[in-house]
């Protein structure tokens, strides 16, 4: 796998010659003033190229840039993955929409995805996705907060939120990755905004400091991390 960190809860994930994107998000739409951006977006529409699928794991502008969703989706013909309350605001041809609901279960241009639940008050219908390929797992947490069920998640990397306000804080998600025991966590969703600012080094050295032989990977906007390498 090889995991590109785009920005906020943004990121391009490649198993093998597959394209995922997940919770795109470029602009903040116009009239939105509660949230002022504190980080540049890093690329452009055209330097992120040959999708195959979009998962959107919940409805939040933040997490579903529609305008940027609907770009991918009509120039590459990409797939996009989402609740159908979310995939109704979409404006793509109808063989592009792939609703599912929690316990949803498919193979996608060769990557096997489930979907899971995720605890998060302020959507409607909150998803989380695990994308499994050549033996290799990736969960992503979308928007949630600490919950039980994460005991039942085994995966290769976890894609973790940090950022708190009605999310995972530092403390939380170090318990949820002390509970999956992955072999990587990506920490995501903090300092974006004011908002849910955190420091990714707390996160990291709490994680090597337990014993847990999980390694911390903290991407800047842009970066890339690949497993195996």
Known sequence: MKIQF???????????????????????????????SLIKFPANIDKIKGIDFICVSNEQFDHFDRATVEAFAKRDGATVVAHESVLNELDIPSNLKHAVNVGSRFNLRGVDVS????????????????????????????????MDSFSDIKCDVAILPIGGNSTMDVVDAVRATKTMKPKFVIPMHYNSFESIGADPKDFSSRIEKSILKTVPIILKPGQSFKTGA
């Open 115 to 146: 979907v899971l639940g995720a605890h998060y008050p302020n959507s409607f219908y909150p998803l989380s996705f695990c994308f499994s390929r050549d033996a290799e797992s990736l969960f992503f947490a979308g928007n949630t907060a600490l």
């Open 6 to 36: 785009l920005w906020h809860s943004f990121f391009k994930i490649a198993f093998g010659n597959t394209n995922v994107l997940v919770d795109p998000f470029i602009n903040i739409p116009e009239g939105e003033a509660t949230y002022r």
